[in-house]
């Protein structure tokens, strides 16, 4: 992917970092128009909202569909901003160029579906070249952690002509509970970045933390992983929102968090360190997760030893599970004293639970 253009850049003096901010979905006139006044008065140059919105369940609130494309329309003409908005087929690509809508996302359940990006693509490469020149295109990584399939996906519509092509990461899901709605898995956008270095990498801390109190932090990461920029969910009432409420700030809030973002200089010293640091961030909460998952298998055991009048603590078990991990752990560079202190700090934990589970 060679000779891409910055995003944004003829259109606005495009400085780091990139911000598009808007609600999830576009639900009515007023809405629309009154939180894109608030986020122009914030400085921010191009309006998201989802007009066609792909929910995981049926019965959900799915987008206005074509009648909002006339809202973002007049976003663009009231305001200046551009608008922007997700499409996830031909149709929706054909009637939201038709409309006058110049920036185009394309979702996770989409980019993961190759027939679908072609399909998109398809619609892309037919458009005269004036109109082609103008489209910026973003591509967010697919809902499953595949890098190539998130590479093949960008490729489809690079294919097609587009030169003002970006990335979104919005994370990845995953089953069971998590401190973050989408992990971010920091590793597969960085190494996207490593690979195209001339790719604009936007981050979407809205998807990844599924609340609003997340936003922030994940912003400053990801200013801190050199990300071009933003794609926040803003509503003017995000409590009613009809979607995504929890993970909507309001205009204001989101102009208090940009206003304390720390942009450091590409060359700061500190920028491998902080690079490190996010590592050890990521991982750090991928270790909570783990023992969570192990802390709800010992609870299940827990309550089979309850059915089953067995003690909770069975001593061969434990010196046997402790001399194993010792053992791998020297193997690992690790301390023995280190590992048996951590394994004694979760075998307690688990008894305390599973003692719990049979006094109830
Ligand atoms: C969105 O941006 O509102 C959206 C549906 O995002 P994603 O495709 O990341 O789930
Ligand atoms: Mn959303």
């Known amino acids: 992917m060679k000779d891409l253009k910055p995003l944004f850049s003829d259109t606005f003096n495009a400085e780091r970092p990139i911000v598009m901010a808007g609600p999830c979905s ?11 006044r608030e986020l122009a008065e914030a400085g921010i140059k191009v309006f998201r909202a989802g007009v066609w919105k792909p929910r995981t ?11 909002a494309l006339e809202w973002m329309i007049k976003v663009q003409e009231q305001t200046g901003m551009m608008a922007a908005t997700e499409v996830a087929n031909s149709r929706h690509t054909t009637e939201a160029l038709a409309a006058g809508i110049e920036v185009l996302w394309i979702g996770a359940r989409t980019s993961a579906n190759p027939f679908a990006m072609q399909e998109i693509a398809d619609v892309l490469s037919a ?16 809902v499953n952690p595949d890098l190539e399939l998130w590479i093949g996906a960008l490729q489809r519509i690079y294919n097609a002509g587009v030169r003002r092509l970006g990335a979104i990461h919005r994370g990845f899901s995953s089953y069971g509970k998590h401190i973050y709605r989408n992990p971010p898995q920091w590793r597969i956008p960085i190494e996207l970045k490593r690979r195209y270095p001339h790719l604009p990498l936007l981050c979407d801390p809205s998807h990844i933390g599924g609340k609003r109190e997340m936003v922030a932090t994940l912003c400053q990461q990801a200013l801190d992983m050199n990300f071009e920029g933003f794609i926040v969910e803003s509503h003017c009432n995000p409590d009613c929102a009809l979607s995504d409420k929890d993970q909507q700030v309001t205009p ?10 720390v942009c450091r200089s590409e060359t700061s010293s500190t920028e491998n360190l902080s690079m490190l640091r996010q590592r050890i961030d990521s991982i750090d909460d991928e270790l909570l997760e783990i023992l969570a998952r192990r802390m709800a ?19 061969g078990r434990y010196n046997d599970l402790m001399q194993r991990r010792v053992d791998m752990a020297s193997d690992l560079g690790m ?24 006094s109830e």
């Open 26 to 36: 576009a639900e009515n006139e007023e809405q629309v128009l009154s939180t894109a």
């Open 57 to 67: 369940k049926p019965g959900g609130f799915e987008g206005i569909g074509s009648p």
């Open 127 to 142: 458009l005269p070249s004036q109109k082609l020149d103008r489209l910026t295109v973003l591509v967010k990584n697919p």
């Open 252 to 261: 204001e809030v989101l102009s208090f968090i940009l206003g304390n973002l």
């Open 297 to 315: 298998v010992c609870r299940e055991v827990g309550q089979y030893k309850r059915e089953h009048g067995m003690p909770v603590v069975q001593a």
């Open 335 to 358: 301390g023995s004293d280190f590992v048996r202190s951590v394994l004694a700090a979760i075998h307690e934990e688990s008894v305390r639970q599973q003692l719990e589970i049979c």
